[in-house]
C-alpha cells in the first residue's frame, strides 16, 4: 500500500533533468525498503527526457506546460515560489500520502528507510538547521548580501501572522533551515496556503532568495517538531557545486559506467565519495568568498576546515594560496 510520495520539481534543462535522475537512483538504492509504498513523482516539463532511463521504473508524471510553470512562479516570477506550488499540488492528488520533496540537486547518501518509514503527527523533516535569522546578517554579509536577511527581520519584526487560524509571532532568534529535503505528514496539507501567502509576502518585502525556506521553516518550528535528515542526503545548492556535480554526472551518463547505476555498491559507493567532494567545496568556496571580501575570521575558520579535510587535491591550496596573496598585494599596493 502506497503510503507516501517522493516528489521532485525538474524542468528547463537536461542538467537539470540529469540531477534528477541519479538522485532517484540513489533513493532507490539507499532505501530499498521503503520501495513498496512509496510514490515517486516528477513534475517535469519534458516527460520522455526521463522514459529512456527509467522505463523500468514505476514514475507517475505530471507534465508542466509553459503556462503552468509561468502561473507557479506567481505575479512577482519568483522561481522557487514554484516548489510551494507542487507540494500543494501533489496534497491535493494524493490527500492520503505524506510527502517527501526532494529538490533535483540532492541525493541520498545513507540508509534512511526506518527515519521515513512514517511521518508522525506533529513531526516534519527538513534537510538541516542552518542558523538563527539574526546569524544570517553577519554570513550574508560576508558575501556581500547582508540586506537580505536585514530586510527580512525589519519586515517580520513586531508583526502577527495568522498561521492555521492563530496569530504567530516571529523573530531573529528563529532559524533557516535549509529545505532541499521536505519531509511532511499528510497533515501539513491545511497549513500549504499559509506557506504560499508568506512566501508571496517574504519575497516582496524582502526579495531574499531563500523566502519559500524561510515561510516553512518558519511555520513548521511552530506547528511541528523539525528533524534534520543531512545523515541521510547532500544538497549542492551552489552554482560553483552545481557545476562540479553537472559535470560528475555529464561524464557518468556519456561513459560506459552508466549501467552501473543499476548497481547498489556501485552507487552507495559513488553518493558516498561524491557527498565528501561537495562538502569540501562548499568549505572551500566560503573561506575563498570571505578572504576576498576582507572578512579574515569566518574566511581563516574555513580555510581551517578545509585544511582539517586533509585533502591531497593541490589545486585546493592553490586556490586558497591566490586568494590570500592577492588581497595581501592590494594592502601593500595601498599602503
Avoid at 552507495?268 to 561537495?278: A, E
Amino acid at each position: 500500500m502506497i503510503s507516501r510520495s517522493l516528489v521532485y520539481l525538474s524542468y528547463g534543462n537536461d542538467h537539470e533533468y540529469r540531477r534528477t535522475i541519479f538522485s532517484i537512483f540513489s533513493f532507490f538504492f539507499w532505501c530499498k525498503d521503503l520501495l513498496d509504498t512509496t510514490r515517486v513523482v516528477i513534475y517535469t516539463d519534458s516527460p520522455a527526457y526521463f522514459h529512456p532511463y527509467l522505463k523500468d521504473k514505476k514514475i507517475d508524471f505530471f507534465f508542466l506546460t509553459p503556462e503552468t510553470l509561468e502561473l507557479m512562479a506567481g505575479s512577482q516570477n519568483f522561481l522557487h515560489r514554484r516548489k510551494v506550488y507542487v507540494i500543494s499540488l501533489n496534497f491535493e492528488r494524493y490527500p492520503n500520502e505524506d510527502q517527501l520533496f526532494i529538490d533535483s540537486d540532492t541525493f541520498f547518501t545513507a540508509d534512511a528507510s526506518q527515519f521515513f518509514n512514517k511521518i508522525e503527527p506533529g513531526k516534519s523533516y527538513m534537510h538541516k538547521r542552518e542558523y538563527k535569522l539574526e546569524g544570517a546578517l553577519n554570513l550574508f554579509s560576508s558575501f556581500n548580501q547582508g540586506h537580505y536577511p536585514a530586510a527580512f527581520i525589519s519586515y517580520i519584526s513586531g508583526k502577527n501572522f495568522m498561521i492555521g487560524g492563530v496569530l504567530e509571532k516571529f523573530n531573529k532568534y528563529d532559524y533557516s533551515w535549509n529545505s532541499g529535503f521536505l519531509g511532511l505528514g499528510k497533515d501539513f496539507a491545511g497549513y500549504m496556503s499559509d506557506v504560499c501567502r508568506l512566501t508571496d509576502d517574504f519575497y516582496a518585502n524582502s526579495r531574499w532568495f531563500i523566502s519559500e525556506q524561510l515561510a516553512f521553516s518558519l511555520i513548521l518550528q511552530k506547528k511541528t517538531q523539525i528533524r534534520p535528515v543531512e545523515k541521510y542526503v547532500v544538497h549542492y545548492w551552489g552554482n560553483r557545486q552545481k557545476r562540479m556535480m553537472d559535470d560528475l554526472i555529464d561524464n557518468l551518463f556519456e561513459s560506459k559506467s552508466m549501467v552501473r547505476l543499476h548497481e547498489l555498491s556501485y552507487m552507495r559507493g559513488l553518493t558516498s565519495k561524491w557527498k565528501k567532494k561537495i562538502e569540501l567545496d562548499m568549505l572551500l568556496e566560503q573561506a575563498v568568498i570571505s578572504l576576498g571580501n576582507g572578512h579574515f575570521k569566518y574566511g581563516i575558520k574555513k580555510s581551517l576546515q578545509v585544511l582539517m579535510c586533509f585533502s591531497l587535491d593541490p589545486s585546493v591550496y592553490k586556490e586558497l594560496y591566490a586568494v590570500i596573496n592577492q588581497k595581501l598585494n592590494k594592502r601593500i599596493v595601498k599602503q
